[in-house]
Nanobody, 124 residues
Framework: QVQVVESGGGPVQAGGSLRLSCTVSGRTPNSYAMGWFRQAPGKEREFVASITRLGINMYYADSVKGRFTISRDNAKNTVYLQMNSLKPEDTAVYYC?????????????????WGQGTQVTVSS
């Protein structure tokens, strides 16, 4: 059984930074490509970023490109989302997800395992 657990959310002022962490446990956690999604109140869950199994390729939504960075430390079974220059519109619950598939993986149903989410609130 694979478990995905996010941490690191919280309140932050516009222009500030946060780093989210996502720990994967269970069977061969480093076999999974990982993604971050977010869901704001009243909106659909949307793709933020993804990273391949070995951390060679990273993909980003246009809305976060240049401000967010996804990375992974396979020795720690952990994926990170460094968020800089945060804006109020970045406010959402951020979810981490794992999949055995390959590619850009920007679609929600491409992922097999999800965390419970961590709230990020950006005030102006």
């Amino acid at each position: 059984q694979v478990q995905v657990v996010e941490s690191g959310g919280g309140p932050v002022q516009a222009g500030g930074s946060l780093r989210l962490s996502c720990t994967v446990s269970g069977r061969t956690p480093n076999s999974y490509a990982m993604g971050w999604f977010r869901q704001a109140p009243g909106k659909e869950r949307e793709f933020v970023a993804s990273i391949t199994r070995l951390g060679i390729n990273m993909y980003y939504a246009d809305s976060v490109k240049g401000r967010f960075t996804i990375s992974r430390d396979n020795a720690k079974n952990t994926v990170y989302l460094q968020m800089n220059s945060l804006k109020p519109e970045d406010t959402a619950v951020y979810y981490c997800a794992a999949t055995l598939k390959n590619g850009r993986l920007s679609v929600r149903n491409e992922y097999d395992y999800w965390g419970q989410g961590t709230q990020v609130t950006v005030s102006s």
